[in-house]
């Protein structure tokens, strides 16, 4: 995973993210492993480069009233080249890879959150090429 600073572009808005979470279902199935929540989203290049979909589960710890953190993790369908191409860009090897994300929030008022996440997709390995995708940003969040 890329930890040093070189690694990230720090000088603007780059992405717009976005997700819908669900309550988690009253199914025991769910219960049995910490009751996460499904989730959908999307990470979406402003600047005509890679984006993503993703869909997953999603948990989230409260660390009392005010904050919490949360980890998902699911698959994601990119729109990055499968084989050579030049930087920017990068080379994923296959549309679909595994999706992580993580996150410390708070939570602002009754509907209203603010979470900081990290979020990375890639293969694993899978696939002939695997740079992956790694985003760090700020989300707010409404819950209706």
């Known amino acids: 995973l890329p930890f040093t600073s070189e690694n990230y572009r720090f000088n603007g808005i780059t992405d717009l993210s976005f997700d819908v979470i669900f309550r988690s279902p009253e199914v025991d199935a769910f219960r049995w492993i910490g009751s ?25 710890l409260p660390l009392g009233d005010t904050f919490y953190l949360e980890a998902g993790f699911g698959a994601a369908i990119n729109t990055g080249s499968l084989g050579e191409t030049s930087l920017p860009h990068r080379r994923f090897g296959c549309r679909v890879g595994f999706y992580e994300s993580f996150g410390l929030g708070a939570n602002l008022s009754s509907n209203t959150t603010m979470t900081l996440t990290y979020e990375h997709t890639s293969n694993n390995g899978y696939c002939e090429y695997n740079d992956g995708l790694s985003n760090i940003g700020l989300r707010l969040g409404f819950k209706f």
Do not use: K
Request: positive net charge; charged residues 10%.
């Open 36 to 60: 996460p929540r499904p989730r959908i989203g999307a990470t979406v290049s402003m600047q005509g480069l890679d984006s993503i979909a993703h869909a997953g589960l999603l948990w989230q």
